[in-house]
């Protein structure tokens, strides 16, 4: 369930990287009324399908928590895992089937709360791993970053009322009123339905349009930079575990498969790899002392 370190792991895995895709195209084909009236009992029947072997996974990973290393030293391992980010989503992907049982939910609203198993892959996809790791780290700046944006829209919102209320009531007669151009505006969106006609207005809009497009780009400029660290933290833990392997100078088979499960845990592509191999010249023998280039 954790890992895909034999053949039954990686078909599992594979499996239910296929289910929670058929999920997605299910629930985009529904929305199609025509496809949905027409197969309809085939819709029903499939959720029902994938419904149950999702709460089997899910009981599944429930009951292994114990011995899950990320769960295993916590002093009530179930509870940990089901307070992990990726159980409330294995819960919430199937929580609304449950709901429908017993209370009246829309069924439209339904359709719609399924489509959180896409966030199901992060458990499948390096690349999304490695995404919402980014996001967790960077958390506290981009937070810090939102809370800036949100007293620059509120101000932009205050001065565009006193600049425009007179010329136009109807859009910027107050405060709360201005806050959809301050915010279409900041984020340089700007669709146009509402825009000051004063001079003063338009100098004003003018400032407001050049500090958005900064603002804009600080939050893409925060998650760049932790992407950039932390791949080059991946790496250095690849190349520490290389060195490691390699200290008795022999990479037996078991320590090959390791560094080969950790290279696709990481996502560090091949040509990385080499690299790091490379620049692992200086790496000498304890028995000859001679300094090789790992194979």
């Known amino acids: 369930l954790e890992t895909n370190g034999s053949f039954f792991a990686r078909f599992v895995n594979i499996g239910l990287l296929l289910l929670i895709l058929l999920n997605v195209i299910a629930v985009v084909a529904e929305s199609v009324r025509p496809i949905f009236l027409a197969h309809k009992a085939n819709f029903l029947a499939f959720e029902i399908f994938s419904v149950t072997l999702f709460s089997i996974e899910y009981l599944l990973r429930l009951w292994v928590a114990p011995e899950n290393p990320d769960f295993k030293q916590s002093r009530f391992p ?7 980010g990726m159980a409330i989503i294995d819960l919430l992907a199937i929580a609304p089937f449950y709901l429908s049982m017993f209370i009246s939910i829309d069924t439209r609203m339904l359709r719609g709360l399924r489509l959180l198993r896409i966030f199901k892959l992060t458990r499948y996809s390096t690349s999304m791993d490695l995404m919402v790791t980014v996001i967790k780290k960077e958390l506290p700046n981009i937070a810090s970053a939102l809370f800036v944006m949100a007293i620059l829209i509120i101000l932009s919102a205050s001065g565009i009322y006193f600049v425009e209320r007179d010329a136009q009531p109807e859009a910027f007669g107050s405060i709360p009123s201005a806050l959809w151009w301050a915010t279409v505006t900041l984020t340089t969106v700007g669709y146009g339905d509402v825009y000051p006609i004063t001079l003063g207005g338009r100098i004003f809009g003018m400032i407001i349009m050049l500090t958005g497009v900064g603002m804009a780009a600080l939050p893409a400029g925060i998650l760049a930079s932790g992407y950039s660290r932390e791949l080059s933290s991946r790496r250095e833990l690849y190349e520490a575990e290389l060195k490691e392997a390699l200290e008795d100078g022999v990479l037996s088979e078991e320590e090959q498969s ?24 200086h790496i000498e023998c304890p028995h000859c002392k001679k300094q090789f280039i790992p194979d």
């Open 78 to 84: 179930r509870l940990a895992f089901m307070r992990s």
């Open 258 to 281: 390791h560094l080969k499960n950790m290279q696709k845990e990481l996502g560090i592509r091949d040509d990385e790899v080499d690299s790091i191999k490379n620049q692992s010249k």
